[in-house]
């Protein structure tokens, strides 16, 4: 996979924001300052008018975005992760999930890699804070398609939705002609009948890697990527936890909250199955280049083979 095309997911939005803005004018973009971090500055060089800086100020952002929807505008409010789902969680909360206002948060620069930002700006919580409100869509892509096809169907979604976007460029691996985004819908990437690998985010990468290795050790998995963690596909993930029997879970974020959270309820309650979480282990994150602290995480493809070849 080292020799595929490599696009941060970041940059996708900022693209597919500029795409979609051409089709609808009700589309506005808030940033905090940071419209070049989280390539909002492309919509902005095609839309200025169309986008709002609102400064260091990411609660009062959410509280802008809240009223622009109720004019029937549909915002795309951006920032860090750890600054949509942290510093402004009671807003988003309260402003826009409590009311149920149809505003979109893109949210870049999420999990570990991050990188050298360190434990501050690496937020390893954000899928489990936001999964926790209610009518909150949380969806999480894999690389440039995904991410592109995420935002179009925000858009066309009536509601909140939570967008999670990494920085590090990571392989595109959804380039196929029967490639098809659905909000709650995951998708079968490899077929498999010894365990089964769902993952999300820029981990479906990772679990194709180790899948691979695992190929050649004789055990056959099953990889599954899951880009919305809210609403979670429980048929599909019932149905593998069913044929293999065993289910893995991958993700960057915390193993607390998260894809594996979401997946361990619903076989808890429909289809008991051992699960295996990786991920974040309850731990906070440190500074370092993004590829050595995946390595050191174990959320690599070598580090996904490993733990899923101990466990198996």
Known sequence: MSEVKKIATRQSYGEALAELGKEHENLVVLDADLANATKTDTFKKVFPERHIDCGIAECNMMGIAAGLSTTGKVPFV???????????YEQVRNSI????????????????????????????EDLALMREIPGMVVINPSDDIEAKAAVKAAYEHEGPVYLRFGRLAVPV?????????????GVVLKEGTD???????????SALEAAEMLEKDGVSAQVVNIHTIKPLDEELVVACAKKTGKVVTVEEHSVI????SAVCDTLCAKAPT????????DVFGESGPAVELLKKYKLDGAGVYEQVKAWV
């Open 78 to 88: 951006s920032t860090f992760a750890m600054f949509a789902s942290g510093r402004a």
């Open 97 to 124: 999930g409590y009311p149920h206002l149809n505003v979109k948060i893109g949210a870049t620069h999420a999990g570990i890699s991050v990188g050298e930002d360190g434990a501050s700006h690496q937020c390893n």
């Open 195 to 205: 365990v089964t690998i769902i993952a999300t985010g820029l981990c479906v990468g």
């Open 274 to 281: 051992q699960v295996l979480k990786i991920g974040v282990q």
């Open 173 to 185: 691996i959804n380039d196929n002609p029967d490639y098809k985004f659905e909000i709650g819908k």
């Open 257 to 260: 909250g998260g894809l594996g």
